[in-house]
T-cell receptor, first 114, second 114 residues
Framework: NAGVTQTPKFQVLKTGQSMTLQCAQD?????MSWYRQDPGMGLRLIHY???????DQGEVPNGYNVSRSTTEDFPLRLLSAAPSQTSVYFC?????????????FGPGTRLTVT | AQTVTQSQPEMSVQEAETVTLSCTYD???????LFWYKQPPSRQMILVIR??????QNATENRFSVNFQKAAKSFSLKISDSQLGDTAMYFC???????????FGKGTKLTVNP
């Protein structure tokens, strides 16, 4: 049982480049989400999904795109990277309905946009 | 919108002593959950303790306990017998019942000194 996995662990992009941050969970969780962590800001919700085929925006969605075609995977796409997207990105999952509301976090991806 | 405030950016404590981290939140909801997460230098987010708003009894987990004051909207974390491994960022977080979306405070950096 690997829990929540994220790839890559580190990434450097140039302004304007695109990339996808991968997130997968093997706990059959309904709910998955993406957060970003900036210095002095805590974690902020970018996008979330309550199940396959269902996604919605969080607090800071601009510049990011998500889709959820399977229960296990929830990739985060940066279409045209900007320096303001330099951050640490965390994926999380939880059981959803009937669960304990405990969110399980991946190890994070540190992204630098130059 | 809910907000979470952690008024202590940094704290330090001597090994084996007790320390209390403060958290206040603002909500008009009656059904919600409160959490403390620990983030050591490894960056991994670890759930420390959870409190359901409908429960009057304060949650405890070994050396960790909370003081939940619902009317004052206060949710402090007490760490007893502090250990060097407790050195980490601590985040207070709020979740509206049924939403699965976490709202985080900005964090408190705790250093345990030998």
């Amino acid at each position: 049982n690997a829990g929540v996995t994220q790839t890559p662990k580190f990434q450097v992009l140039k302004t304007g480049q695109s990339m996808t941050l991968q997130c997968a969970q093997d706990m059959n969780h309904e709910y998955m989400s993406w957060y970003r962590q900036d210095p002095g800001m805590g974690l902020r919700l970018i996008h979330y999904s309550v199940g396959a085929g269902i996604t919605d925006q969080g607090e800071v969605p601009n510049g990011y795109n998500v889709s959820r075609s399977t229960t296990e995977d929830f990739p985060l796409r940066l279409l045209s990277a900007a320096p303001s997207q330099t951050s640490v990105y965390f994926c999380a999952s939880s059981r959803g309905t009937g669960g304990s509301y405990e969110q399980y976090f991946g190890p994070g991806t540190r992204l630098t946009v130059t | 919108a809910q907000t979470v405030t952690q008024s202590q950016p940094e704290m330090s404590v001597q090994e084996a002593e007790t320390v209390t981290l403060s958290c206040t939140y603002d909500t008009s909801e009656s059904n919600y959950y409160l959490f403390w997460y620990k983030q050591p230098p490894s960056r991994q987010m670890i759930l420390v303790i959870r409190q359901e708003a409908y429960k009057q009894q304060n949650a405890t987990e070994n050396r960790f306990s909370v003081n939940f004051q619902k009317a004052a909207k206060s949710f402090s974390l007490k760490i007893s017998d502090s250990q060097l491994g407790d050195t980490a960022m601590y985040f207070c977080a709020f979740m509206q019942g049924g939403s699965e979306k976490l709202v985080f405070g900005k964090g408190t950096k705790l250093t345990v000194n030998p």
